[in-house]
């Protein structure tokens, strides 16, 4: 069956750096669009970033642009979001999409 599976969320100081990871199972990865989405605290899932399935264009909301970057590794069917100079805005579950189907999460939070 189809898997998402994300990993990487942790507690971390404003200006700090994460990195998620979310592997992929169950469906053929590279023939399909990922993206990243994350929910606040009474706050709607919006879009982070994504990424084609081609060429790997990515895109980004605007709030993270210049700060997070999307990649896709399609031999280990991982897709990733490098997340840096992070703020307590960014605090967070974030969400692996794609295929249709939605990883479980995985909590960021930017404290001090």
């Known amino acids: 069956q189809v898997q998402l599976v994300e990993s990487g969320g942790d507690l971390v100081q404003p200006g700090g750096s994460l990195t998620l990871s979310c592997a992929a199972s169950g469906f053929n990865f590279r023939r399909y669009h990922m993206r990243w989405y994350r929910q606040a605290p009474g706050k709607e899932r919006e879009l982070v970033a994504g990424i084609t399935n081609g060429d790997g264009t990515t895109n980004y909301a605007d709030s993270v642009k210049g700060r997070f970057t999307i990649s896709r590794d399609n031999v280990k069917k991982t897709v990733y979001l490098q997340m840096n100079s992070l703020e307590p805005e960014d605090t967070a579950v974030y969400y692996c999409?794609?295929?249709?189907?939605w990883g479980q999460g995985t909590r960021v939070t930017v404290s001090s």
């Open positions: 999409y794609g295929a249709g189907y």
